[in-house]
């Protein structure tokens, strides 16, 4: 299984992005995805989640300015990131609670990181 951000950049302060994360492989089902982001000299820390039955929880330093979203469908998660502040500057991972196919009828858990999309914010 994997998972393929996009739609990272540079943007000034107040501007805009959406970020795309698409997964992809044997996938049985997919449980939560996350967007979690890791600024230099800092740790990974979640920004948002949603679950399998769409419950949202965001960190705090974003709420009211980024939304997450998902098509279950296409296995596709997204982030609206809106008034972009220098400090939302990180490389952004999506993250996903998957079941895989295995052998026959084996499925078993697993969870998948992608390689990240850089964000930076200029002043």
């Known amino acids: 299984v994997q998972l393929v951000e996009s739609g990272g950049g540079l943007v000034q302060a107040g501007g805009s992005l959406r970020l795309s994360c698409a997964a992809s492989?044997?996938?049985?089902?997919?449980?939560?995805m996350g967007w979690y982001r890791q600024a230099p000299g800092q740790e990974r820390e979640l920004v948002a989640d949603?679950?399998?039955?769409?419950?949202?929880k965001y960190a705090d330093s974003v709420k009211g300015r980024f939304t997450i979203s998902r098509d279950y469908a296409r296995n596709t998660l997204y982030l609206q990131m809106n008034s972009l502040k220098p400090e939302d500057t990180a490389v952004y991972y999506c993250?996903?609670?998957?079941?895989?196919?295995?052998?026959?009828?084996?499925?078993?858990?697993?969870?998948?990181w992608g390689k990240g999309t850089q964000v930076t914010v200029s002043s």
């Open positions: 492989g044997s996938i049985f089902s997919i449980n939560d």
């Open positions: 949603i679950t399998s039955d769409g419950r949202i």
């Open positions: 993250n996903a609670g998957v079941r895989v196919r295995g052998k026959g009828w084996d499925t078993y858990p697993s969870h998948v």
